[in-house]
């Protein structure tokens, strides 16, 4: 799953400017977790959800499972964002 996903956000960087980048994958995050909750009938299993490389968090209450993922999907690929742009910054300067 993580490695899907991690494939999918890379694919999808090169078609999507990184203004909505984070904001696409945070929708995207949600509503695929979303399905495969409604999926499992919000089972009283802890359901463990992997993002951000290796990052797991765990939640037993499916309705908060939907706002802490979503936001810390956001925040976390916020993060990832102004890294590399950052990182683009520097090779703009080295150049």
Same mark, same amino acid.
């Given at each position: 799953?993580?490695?899907?996903?991690?494939?999918?956000?890379?694919?999808?960087?090169?078609?999507?400017?990184?203004?909505?980048?984070? &904001?696409? %994958? !945070? /929708?995207? #995050?949600?509503?695929?977790? *979303?399905?495969? +909750?409604? =999926? @499992?009938?919000?089972? $009283?299993?802890?359901?463990?959800?992997?993002?951000? &490389?290796? %990052? !797991? /968090?765990? #939640?037993?209450?499916?309705? *908060?499972?939907? +706002?802490? =993922? @979503?936001?810390?999907? $956001?925040?976390?690929?916020?993060?990832?964002?102004?890294?590399?742009?950052?990182?683009?910054?520097?090779?703009?300067?080295?150049?």
């Amino acid at each position: 799953f993580v490695g899907y996903v991690f494939l999918k956000v890379e694919f999808l960087k090169l078609f999507i400017p990184l203004s909505y980048f984070d &904001m696409y %994958v !945070c /929708i995207y #995050m949600c509503v695929y977790i *979303y399905m495969c +909750v409604y =999926v @499992c009938m919000c089972v $009283y299993v802890c359901i463990c959800v992997c993002i951000c &490389m290796y %990052v !797991c /968090i765990c #939640m037993y209450v499916c309705v *908060y499972m939907y +706002v802490c =993922v @979503c936001v810390y999907m $956001y925040v976390c690929v916020s993060l990832q964002v102004w890294e590399h742009r950052g990182m683009q910054g520097k090779y703009n300067v080295e150049i």
